[in-house]
């Protein structure tokens, strides 16, 4: 049966930012939910210490908790040979970090969507690099998961996987028992896809998911479109929803998941309006996998 895990996704400013709140409050809160780990962040601000690292795991374990996952962002098609390189030692110095808080999944992405930058140059690009970091992986027996992504939290431009056809291109492109995908349902509405339409193209290569559903606060999503390239992270009228309250069938989701034999993470990103809005997602999410996993 998959398991649940939770990520800080209303606490990204705090705990990566400001340093209003310390990684030790964000565990209290979530190992009061009734879930069974927790998904890191390789950009909380008291993860720059490593001395840390082994102090978090053992907080988390000692709750009864693991860390599974690690989510990070890779960009990886940079112009630039030298900058790319960098980014590649980031992301092995982010395995390591995974492998350090007892994990087995670290996301990798494809990189920013650089206005002058050809689909063809993106996916060879965002490969290669790739394919650079894998031997590392496998020999910490960790997965790289590369995820469907919209944007991160602090970047300028959308992610050049975004849509569907460019993120299939990019997942056909690299084989390796030590990568697969992390599904994301929302991405594709943002990406103008049909999340089941991308689920049932690549179903067999889903390894975690990332449990969400969104909606506008205002506008369309041509409005949104329109606002990517005009400020860092997340455009200001998107927002996070309460999950089995948004566009996401996740009936559909879970018996897809279910036929292929998916066994691996759950990971919410829910809770931008407070502990109780995430509760109810974590109950709704046990609801449906006590459904499709019995």
């Not at 001395?51 to 112009?79: A, L, Y």
């Not at 606002?227 to 860092?232: K, L, M, R, V």
């Given at each position: 049966m998959p398991r649940l895990a939770a990520f800080p996704k209303a606490f990204m400013q705090a705990l990566c930012k400001d340093g209003s709140m310390k990684v030790a409050e964000w565990i209290d809160l979530a190992c009061d939910l009734d879930i069974d780990g927790l998904e890191w962040y390789a950009g909380f601000l008291e993860m720059q210490d490593q001395k840390n690292w082994e102090k978090f795991r053992r907080q988390v374990?000692?709750?009864?908790?693991?860390?599974?996952?690690?989510?990070?962002?890779?960009?990886?098609?940079?112009?630039?040979?030298?900058?790319?390189?960098?980014?590649?030692?980031?992301?092995?110095?982010?395995?390591?970090?995974?492998?350090?808080?007892?994990?087995?999944?670290?996301r990798v992405l494809s990189g920013q969507r650089r206005p002058e930058l050809t689909i063809e140059e993106g996916i060879t690009l965002a490969a290669a690099c790739i394919e650079a970091c894998l031997p590392f992986a496998q020999e910490r027996s960790i997965t790289l998961i590369i995820e469907n992504h919209y944007k991160d939290d602090f970047w300028r431009y959308p992610e050049f996987a975004q849509k569907k056809e460019v993120f299939c291109a990019l997942v056909d492109k690299v084989h390796h028992p030590n990568f697969g995908v992390n599904y994301d349902p929302s991405n594709a509405y943002l990406a103008g896809d049909d999340p089941l339409d991308l689920l049932y193209r690549i179903s067999g290569r889903v390894v975690t998911m990332h449990a969400s559903d969104r909606y506008l606060l205002e506008g369309t999503l041509e409005d949104l479109r329109r606002e990517e390239y005009d400020a860092a992270g997340y455009a200001k009228r998107l927002c996070h929803?309460?999950?089995?309250?948004?566009?996401?069938?996740?009936?559909?989701?879970?018996?897809?998941?279910?036929?292929?034999?998916?066994?691996?993470?759950?990971?919410?990103?829910?809770?931008?309006?407070?502990?109780?809005?995430?509760?109810?997602?974590?109950?709704?999410?046990?609801?449906?996998?006590?459904?499709?996993?019995?």
């Amino acid at each position: 049966m998959p398991r649940l895990a939770a990520f800080p996704k209303a606490f990204m400013q705090a705990l990566c930012k400001d340093g209003s709140m310390k990684v030790a409050e964000w565990i209290d809160l979530a190992c009061d939910l009734d879930i069974d780990g927790l998904e890191w962040y390789a950009g909380f601000l008291e993860m720059q210490d490593q001395k840390n690292w082994e102090k978090f795991r053992r907080q988390v374990e000692d709750r009864g908790k693991v860390i599974p996952m690690m989510c990070c962002s890779p960009d990886f098609t940079h112009p630039d040979k030298a900058f790319r390189e960098n980014e590649i030692q980031k992301q092995k110095d982010w395995i390591e970090m995974t492998h350090a808080l007892g994990g087995s999944y670290c996301r990798v992405l494809s990189g920013q969507r650089r206005p002058e930058l050809t689909i063809e140059e993106g996916i060879t690009l965002a490969a290669a690099c790739i394919e650079a970091c894998l031997p590392f992986a496998q020999e910490r027996s960790i997965t790289l998961i590369i995820e469907n992504h919209y944007k991160d939290d602090f970047w300028r431009y959308p992610e050049f996987a975004q849509k569907k056809e460019v993120f299939c291109a990019l997942v056909d492109k690299v084989h390796h028992p030590n990568f697969g995908v992390n599904y994301d349902p929302s991405n594709a509405y943002l990406a103008g896809d049909d999340p089941l339409d991308l689920l049932y193209r690549i179903s067999g290569r889903v390894v975690t998911m990332h449990a969400s559903d969104r909606y506008l606060l205002e506008g369309t999503l041509e409005d949104l479109r329109r606002e990517e390239y005009d400020a860092a992270g997340y455009a200001k009228r998107l927002c996070h929803g309460e999950i089995g309250k948004g566009l996401n069938d996740y009936d559909a989701i879970f018996a897809e998941l279910r036929r292929v034999g998916f066994d691996g993470w759950i990971s919410i990103e829910d809770g931008v309006d407070g502990m109780e809005q995430l509760r109810r997602s974590v109950a709704f999410l046990r609801k449906k996998m006590r459904e499709y996993w019995p």
